[in-house]
């Protein structure tokens, strides 16, 4: 199967600081991937998918890009409020599978 | 409003059997895919299964193939998970997702609060 390695596992920035989380691909899966946020206690939401495309009512904040192996979530501003963890997953193929996660806080 | 609203957990033996449910509303159920995703309590997402909108296409974790079950009635808007055979390393919280699509092999929009699992003698 297919793995997902997500990068880091945890990090702290401050408010209004560029946020940049990776998501590796043990092979090609083209645009297939999306992006979840999982606030503390809360059900996950689909941030963006396609690789790229924001799902309805995200903020524009959040953006994702990558293809083939290599993607990217980026938060150009953190807020409060963006504290999560937050998952990518693979769907190019089954079964569907979830990378490791990367936790969000602020400092 | 859209809703996923899953029922059927509780405290099981190990080797016994539990049947999942999730009741849909809010929208045409029988126009999408459907999946389970457990999390233990401090960890990440896995999915478990998920089923096509015709229930022509299923598909399994390698860690719960042959021992769980992915069905639904779109009649009643609900769907299903029979899990047999139950381990510890089944204990989690169990939700249902909606794919944003016919086909199981897609991302998941809609998710529901989930119900829990503990197997446990």
């Known amino acids: 199967d297919i793995q997902m390695t997500q990068s880091p596992s945890s990090l702290s920035a401050s408010v209004g600081d560029r946020v940049i989380i990776t998501c590796r691909a043990s092979?090609?899966?083209?645009?297939?991937l999306a992006w979840y946020q999982q606030k503390p206690g809360r059900v996950p939401q689909l941030l963006i998918y396609?690789?790229?495309t924001l799902q309805s009512g995200v903020p524009s904040r959040f953006s994702g890009s990558g293809f083939g192996t290599d993607f990217t979530l980026i938060i150009s501003s953190l807020q409060p409020e963006d504290v999560a963890t937050y998952y990518c997953?693979?769907?190019?193929?089954?079964?569907?599978?979830f990378g490791g996660g990367t936790k969000v806080d602020i400092k | 409003e859209l809703q996923l609203v899953e029922s059927g957990g509780g405290l099981v033996q190990p080797g016994r059997s539990l049947r999942l449910s999730c009741a849909a509303s809010?929208?045409?159920?029988?126009?999408?895919?459907m999946h389970w995703v457990r999390q233990v309590p401090g960890k990440g997402l896995e999915w478990v299964a998920g089923?096509?909108?015709?229930?022509?296409?299923?598909g399994y974790a390698d860690s719960v193939k042959g021992r769980f079950t992915i069905s639904r009635d779109n009649a009643k808007n609900s769907l299903y998970l029979e899990m047999s055979n139950l381990g510890s390393e089944d204990t989690a919280l169990y939700r249902c997702?909606?794919?944003?699509?016919?086909?199981?092999?897609?991302?998941?929009?809609?998710w529901g609060t989930g119900t829990t699992v503990i197997v446990s003698s």
């Open positions: 092979q090609d899966i083209r645009g297939y």
């Open positions: 396609s690789a790229s």
């Open positions: 809010g929208f045409t159920f029988g126009d999408f895919a």
């Open positions: 997702a909606r794919g944003d699509a016919g086909d199981y092999v897609y991302y998941l929009d809609v």
């Open positions: 997953q693979r769907y190019n193929s089954a079964p569907l599978t």
């Open positions: 089923i096509s909108w015709s229930s022509e296409n299923l």
